[in-house]
């Protein structure tokens, strides 16, 4: 028997924090480059976006927010910058002092744990990137973890809103819609669940047609981010979103299906210790593999848990370097036994059985490939000191157990899978509960991702039979196309990833909440719902998706500009998206902040 203990009160990974400054002033017709001229006596901020072919949504934000911002008396420089780089500067380097970008979504407001508290501030990853510290904001989530009923959960979350949203650390915008659009001709069953999630993909049914000169029974499916063909890692925070690429090559113990965790590599789970220390034994599934033939076993499992709690592996030595993803589930695992070839048993920290379950979600991965990447060693880009190998290795050629497989790629352009015909869903002779709803499945032979440049060139290949589906929402100004074009169909879909404005509190002006409260009330959502998202998006002001923990002031509404303590300050003449400039300075004045006579907000000396 192998015992495995995962300690949850560690030190935090140190990590370097400069913020940026130097910005230029002038109009928002155009983005600017960087040119230190600015008034030194007048408040300067850059806010870091995506560029306009990556995404859009941000870059639009930005000029909206940024524009009020100098209505308010400050200068402001809008810095494009790649996916990647930008998720390294806010994630891992902490280098910026506004940002704004597209959370990859939660399936529990339990993320809340890692992306606000305090304990975090100094982690990679989504863990708190803003620097934020607020001991009732702690207090709250971990209320939130124990709690044994919705109501009471649902309390703490209420409590949370009103605890932690005045003092913001971000301020949530929207939760976009996704516009997908699909053939039907020779896949069906789009709808049920989305792209969004790798069960969407195994929800597909192949339908043959005749002549199809395209490979028989394989998806093509359009991205517009090549990451996914230049790195496979699960846990390389820079490189994934959503991780369903990843989420298609790599099993987890359970999958949440049906609005619940269920058993996914576990065959079952039994609970049992108490509420300060819940317990689950859990069983594996039999005859289960790797891509590469070796078999599943506990060990693994273990493995991986220990693994992603600290990926140099050697627990009772400093420096600790946590996985910078799947950091919310890792911190409910206390420790790991090993019963036997197939069973194991897992004890949490305190938390209810519902949060609990959350950490089967995480993907396992084989040891024999993972324990070779435990070094430590140094990444251009990384200014952190310490990285291990495992959160920089490329991983091209994946080892998983996922109902796909790796076959090839073309960086930049492609990426392909093929189905795992040794995989549970194919092999087992029967399955019961939720998981049956996916016996033999896929019913396809594999899938092609296909990098797009562009919205246009996807809907071209779409409707040229290049393409079955876009695995991304195409921008509003598209739909239109799309929806008139008679061999496509559009699957417009609500996702639980937000667009948010994120601050970096480790640095003035920005360590002042009363001054990144007047910024956040300075974004007029109304105008975002509009002109950004042309309506297909829901915009809120909470970092929770489902309104059953979001308290009913805290909800988005037309009528709120100038109303709600969150909402938009004012409009000037009732323009919608233009502030009210003396509203907005007596919002900075309120933070401390003073003016010269032409209306130039000062910094604080």
């Known amino acids: 028997m192998t015992g495995r203990t995962d300690r949850t009160s560690r030190r935090a990974v140190l990590a370097g924090a400069t913020a940026l400054a130097g910005s230029t002033a002038g109009c928002f017709d155009r983005i600017r480059a960087s040119v230190d001229r600015n008034p030194p006596e007048q408040v300067s901020l850059t806010i870091k976006v995506v560029p306009r072919d990556e995404d859009?949504?941000?870059?639009?934000?930005?000029?909206?927010?940024?524009?009020?911002?100098?209505?308010?008396?400050?200068?402001?420089?809008?810095?494009?910058?790649?996916?990647?780089?930008?998720?390294?500067?806010?994630?891992?380097?902490?280098?910026?002092?506004?940002?704004?970008?597209?959370?990859?979504?939660?399936?529990?407001?339990?993320?809340?744990?890692?992306?606000?508290?305090?304990?975090?501030?100094?982690?990679?990853?989504?863990?708190?990137?803003?620097?934020?510290?607020?001991?009732?904001?702690?207090?709250?989530?971990?209320?939130?973890?124990?709690?044994?009923?919705?109501?009471?959960r649902a309390e703490a979350f209420s409590e949370f809103h009103r605890t932690a949203l005045p003092d913001a650390p971000i301020t949530v915008v929207a939760y976009p819609d996704e516009p997908r659009a699909v053939r039907t001709d020779r896949f069906g069953g789009w709808t049920s669940p989305s792209l969004e999630y790798p069960l969407g993909y195994l929800s597909l049914e192949y339908e043959e047609v005749g002549d199809d000169d395209r490979a028989e029974g394989v998806l093509y499916v359009g991205i517009n981010d090549r990451r996914p063909t230049r790195n496979l890692n699960p846990f390389a925070v820079e490189f994934r979103d959503r991780g369903v690429t990843t989420g298609l090559l790599y099993d987890p113990l359970g999958r949440r299906m049906h609005g619940s965790i269920e058993p996914w590599l576990a065959e079952r789970w039994e609970w049992g210790g108490t509420d300060q220390r819940p317990r689950a034994t859990l069983e594996l599934?039999?005859?289960?593999?790797?891509?590469?033939?070796?078999?599943?076993?506990?060990?693994?499992?273990?493995?991986?848990?220990?693994?992603?709690?600290?990926?140099?592996?050697?627990?009772?030595?400093?420096?600790?370097?946590?996985?910078?993803?799947?950091?919310?589930?890792?911190?409910?695992?206390?420790?790991v036994e090993v019963l036997g070839d197939h069973e194991l048993e897992l004890t949490f920290v305190a938390a209810a059985e519902p949060v609990a379950e959350r950490a089967f979600t995480v993907p396992i991965v084989p040891e024999h490939v993972w324990t070779e990447r435990t070094a430590m060693t140094t990444f251009a880009g990384f200014d952190i000191d310490y990285v291990t190998e495992a959160l920089v290795w490329e991983n091209a050629e994946p080892v998983g157990s996922g109902p796909f497989r790796y076959a090839d790629s073309t960086s930049d352009e492609s990426l392909t899978f093929e189905r795992n015909d040794d995989h549970f869903l194919l092999t087992a002779e029967s399955l019961t509960g939720p998981v049956a709803s996916y016996e033999a499945r896929p019913s396809y032979s594999g899938i092609q991702f296909e990098f797009v440049p562009s919205d246009a060139s996807a809907l071209e290949m779409l409707q040229g039979g290049q393409l079955d589906a876009t695995a991304y929402g195409l921008a509003p100004e598209e739909v239109p196309a799309a929806s008139r074009a008679s061999?496509?169909?559009?699957?417009?879909?609500?996702?639980?990833?937000?667009?948010?404005?994120?601050?970096?509190?480790?640095?003035a002006p920005l360590s002042n909440p009363q001054f990144r409260y007047a910024i956040a009330r300075l974004i007029d959502r109304e105008y975002v719902y509009e002109s950004v998202f042309e309506r297909y998006a829901t915009p809120t002001y909470s970092p929770i998706a489902s309104d059953r923990y979001v308290p009913e002031e805290f909800r988005w509404s037309p009528e709120d500009v100038g109303e709600h303590e969150l909402s938009f300050v004012g409009r000037e003449d009732d323009e919608v998206g233009v502030v009210e400039a003396e509203a907005a300075r007596e919002l900075f004045r309120d933070a401390g902040y003073r003016y010269n006579e032409d209306n130039e907000l000062l910094v604080q000396q």
């Open 56 to 152: 859009r949504s941000p870059i639009r934000i930005a000029q909206h927010l940024a524009e009020n911002i100098e209505r308010a008396g400050a200068t402001v420089d809008i810095v494009p910058t790649t996916e990647e780089q930008l998720l390294r500067d806010v994630l891992i380097n902490f280098d910026y002092q506004l940002y704004i970008a597209r959370h990859p979504g939660h399936d529990d407001p339990d993320y809340l744990y890692t992306f606000l508290g305090s304990r975090f501030g100094e982690e990679a990853g989504w863990q708190n990137p803003f620097g934020y510290a607020s001991t009732a904001t702690d207090d709250l989530l971990e209320r939130q973890r124990v709690a044994n009923d919705t109501d009471a």
């Open 285 to 335: 599934r039999e005859g289960l593999t790797w891509h590469d033939g070796e078999p599943i076993t506990a060990e693994d499992v273990a493995f991986t848990y220990e693994f992603i709690t600290d990926t140099t592996m050697e627990p009772e030595e400093d420096p600790i370097v946590p996985s910078p993803r799947f950091r919310t589930q890792s911190t409910l695992v206390d420790s």
């Open 487 to 507: 061999d496509l169909a559009v699957e417009n879909e609500s996702t639980s990833s937000h667009y948010h404005v994120g601050f970096n509190t480790r640095n």
